[in-house]
DNA sequence: TATTGTTATACTCTATAACTATA
DNA sequence: TATAGTTATAGAGTATAACAATA
């Protein structure tokens, strides 16, 4: 039994790992420090949170404590975030983003944004207007399956 | 100067990873033989193909050889493709899927677009028009990317 | 000499299991 | 005992460089 949702499900399958291939290759290749799309993510979270602890990232993201580990140790050993003690709970991290990692994060996203407005130049305006609500959409569906505790819904 | 394209170009970098998160851990997750993405559509493109050598893998997902040596190595390993010595040109490998290759495919292409499908049945028949068709434009401008001789359009 | 594929090596990303330190 | 984080280990996925075999 075919539900109306079906056939985008499809496509997205189809379209989203080709477009992230292309992400991903931008982001590791364009110049300078090229970051990863994880340690992209982590330094956006970490900027837009100032403070958080590892659980917070791992949470984020959709890792475990080991991964946020990691990769946070990633970032630190290249001077784009420091790692602090909390005052109040001596177990819990302070994260926050340095200059570098500040500069770092916006070149990558200015990088990647410039390319992928390049690609996206060749549609039309109503595809334009499709690509946003879409994209508005799924953000919406797809960050609601993270938050409410779950991990992977009724495991 | 903010062009048209700007804004969707923002959303699909805000957007597209956290959806891929979500299709990679269905295919690692889901029963069975876990397939990576990266493995689901070698065996894709493998069975569209019937016979395809390792350089046209490597064209297809936009890898270096060695990446798709090594990626065909686990699915030969696993007994889901077969590789063959072309008879004309024995430098040439003829990859094959087998028929467990097919059953694997099937299994995580279904689990995982079923997945998808309940997330996306949240979103209206509004939202779901926008989906496939953002999808269906998206995938044209970025296979385009990758036919014409580039790899990475002006390196 | 050019093409096809492989091996060696290395790095990122991810997980599970076992551990330490603090609460 | 429970929580925050780390270390050890392992495997997928990717790359570059150096190589082998064939054309």
Chains 1, 2 share one sequence.
Not at 76 to 84: C, D, E, P, Q, S
Not at 122 to 146: G, Q
Request: charged share 30%.
């Amino acid at each position: 039994m075919a539900k109306r949702e079906d056939e985008p499900a499809r496509e997205v399958l189809d379209a989203v790992p080709a477009v992230m291939r292309f992400i991903r290759a931008q982001m590791r290749g364009h110049r300078a420090l090229g970051l990863g799309v994880p340690q992209f993510r982590t330094l956006v979270y970490i900027e837009r949170t100032g403070g958080t602890s590892l659980g917070g990232v791992a949470d984020h993201l959709g890792l475990t404590p080991p991964s946020a580990c990691k990769l946070v140790d990633g970032l630190v050993g290249r001077g784009l975030v420091t790692r602090g003690e909390s005052a109040e709970d001596r177990r819990r991290l302070t994260l926050e983003i340095t200059p570098e990692g500040a500069r770092a994060m916006a070149a990558a996203r200015g990088e990647t944004q410039r390319s992928l407005s390049r690609i996206l130049g060749a549609l039309d305006d109503e595809e334009l207007r499709s690509v946003t609500r879409a994209m508005t959409a799924l953000k919406c569906a797809f960050a609601e399956e993270r938050s409410p505790a779950n991990g992977n819904h009724r495991a």
